[in-house]
């Protein structure tokens, strides 16, 4: 069996509205099941984030799919952080020092309206809206549904069946709950969750604050970030504790306390939001957290992609990215193995779990550095240091950031090993007093490169240990 397989997907969200389209234009007979309405016929929230830091791994997956040139119309380039203190004043910090390098902020709900309409153009695709999977039978690849139109449930076989259903995906769930194989899985929530609010354009439809940044109100224990829509408004996002700290969700509770939470803490970003208490007594607090798990898939029959393998809190903006290339990576190896599915899905676990577990572990890493380090002199010096190596050395020297974000070529991986080691190298210099105003950004590049290697090295042997 190859290309006669009827292949079934649960989720027609990012991940799985892009698999379904590559699926469909390699011929396969696909239908999608999606529990929500379609969200291009409908007034409502795309669900998580209204909006989305895309960046060039995204960005190859759109290329693969032949809608690279849609996409880009919808994309507000973002070239950095734009930092603001608690006294109003701003300062830029560039996500490279190489000008061609930007992230992208796009509307959750344009981009998969733009993959479903694009599916559409497929007859060998359907998509069925308002179906709910509330389980799947894994050995005979049935999966279970309820109709939220008809009220009522059915069942739909698949030769193969997907799992792209998110961070509480039913296939998931059915491979823990019919115990076949002994499956690993862990769900670890942050103590903070998250809350979305809105900078309105102005009276002419223009952003009131630049849109070339990604706005960033760092404050320790908490933070706000903005990113632009192409209205003229800005997706505001608070990450706040639950019960921990001076403010946090559960404290927050009347008009008067906000007003005074942001007036002490993000005065210039509550000038610019009319509507908080309103928006943040309706929009409701998400939950964050990293979701591990193994394996991915059961035997020759159904495999789970995108969020629902690997869920990640959202610090790294790779989360639909890393997920877009789940796409890629799935492609090629299907590109390979063609028609022998269990090869298809042992390899592209065993090529993608270490990538996928890296970037959950980076996105960690900067849910301290974001509402942290990026105020922290010692860490501003050493971005300083780093975006003068990309200025000077573009094909040369790559932060952990443009690693992660920009290249695309590297995995995840390898640009958390080396990325890491690189960072660790600058700190040593700088703490050592190793680099000094003398040094021309030559030297610098040579001794950041030898500390790095000497780092490596010894990660290395402390592994063999
Ligand atoms: P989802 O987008 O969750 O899609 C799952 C789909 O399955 C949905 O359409 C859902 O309705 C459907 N579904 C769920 N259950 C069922 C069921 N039982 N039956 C049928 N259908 C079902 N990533 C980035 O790359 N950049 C960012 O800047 C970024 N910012 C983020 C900000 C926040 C606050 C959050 C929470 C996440 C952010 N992410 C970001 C991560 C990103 O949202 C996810 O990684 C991405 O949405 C994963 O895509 P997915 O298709 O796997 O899952």
Redesign the pocket.
């Given at each position: 069996m190859s290309k006669k397989d009827n292949i079934l997907i649960?989720?027609?969200?990012?991940?799985?509205s892009l698999l379904a389209l590559r699926l469909a234009q390699r011929g396969y007979t696909v239908n999608v099941?999606?529990?929500?309405p379609d969200l291009r016929a409908t007034d409502i929230s795309a669900?998580?984030?209204i909006n989305?830091?895309?960046s060039d791994r995204?960005l190859k997956a759109m290329r693969l799919a032949g809608v690279e040139n849609k996409v880009k119309p919808l994309c507000i380039p973002m070239y950095g952080r734009l930092v603001h203190d608690t006294e109003g004043n701003t300062f830029p910090s560039n996500y490279s020092g190489r000008d061609n390098e930007y992230i992208n902020s796009i509307s959750?709900g344009d981009l998969n309206g733009l993959l479903l309409t694009e599916a559409d153009l497929y007859d060998n695709l359907t998509i069925h809206f308002n179906?709910?999977?509330?389980g799947v039978d894994i050995e005979n690849n049935i999966a279970s549904f309820y109709d939220y139109k008809t009220k009522e449930e059915f069942t739909a076989k698949g030769d193969v069946i997907f799992g792209?259903?998110?961070?509480?995906?039913?296939l998931r769930k059915s491979y823990y709950l019919e115990r076949k194989f002994l499956f690993s899985y862990s769900q670890n929530y942050l103590t903070h969750g998250?809350k979305e609010l809105e900078i309105p354009a102005s009276a002419e439809g223009k952003h009131l604050i630049s849109q070339d940044y990604l706005h960033i109100w760092p404050r320790g224990d908490y933070m706000l970030i903005a990113l632009p829509n192409l209205d003229g408004s800005f997706t505001v996002?608070l990450f706040l504790s639950y019960d921990e700290g001076e403010y946090n969700f559960n404290n927050l509770t009347t008009e008067e306390a906000i007003k005074n939470f942001f007036n002490s803490k993000f005065p210039d970003a509550l000038a610019l939001i009319p509507n908080i208490a309103q928006e943040f007594a309706n929009n409701p607090t998400?939950a964050?957290g990293t979701v591990k798990c193994s394996p991915w898939h059961y035997k020759n029959k159904n495999v789970i992609?995108?969020?629902?393998a690997h869920?990640?809190v959202?610090f790294y903006?790779?989360?639909?990215?890393?997920?877009f290339e789940d796409v890629t990576v799935f492609d090629a190896i299907l590109e390979q193995h063609e028609g022998d599915w269990e090869t298809i899905f042992k390899v592209y676990e065993k090529t993608r779990k270490a990538d996928t577990d890296a970037i959950a572990d980076l996105a960690i890493d900067n849910y301290y550095e974001m509402r942290d380090h990026v105020a922290n002199p010692i860490f501003k010096e050493k971005r300083a240091i780093e975006m003068a190596l990309e200025k000077e050395f573009p094909n040369k020297y790559f932060s952990k950031y443009s690693m992660v974000t920009f290249k695309e070529d590297i995995p995840y991986h390898t640009a958390m090993t080396k990325g890491r080691a690189q960072d660790k190298a600058i700190l040593n210099l700088l703490v050592d007093k190793k680099i000094t105003t003398t040094d021309d950004l030559n030297s610098i590049l040579k001794k950041v490169q030898l500390e790095t290697e000497a780092i490596l090295e010894e990660d290395k042997i402390a592994g063999l240990k």
């Open positions: 649960i989720g027609a969200g990012l991940c799985g099941y999606e529990s929500r669900g998580r984030s989305l830091a895309l995204g959750r179906k709910k999977c509330t792209t259903d998110g961070a509480g995906s039913s998250y996002t998400g964050l992609l995108g969020d629902a869920a990640i959202p903006g790779q989360g639909m990215n890393a997920s």
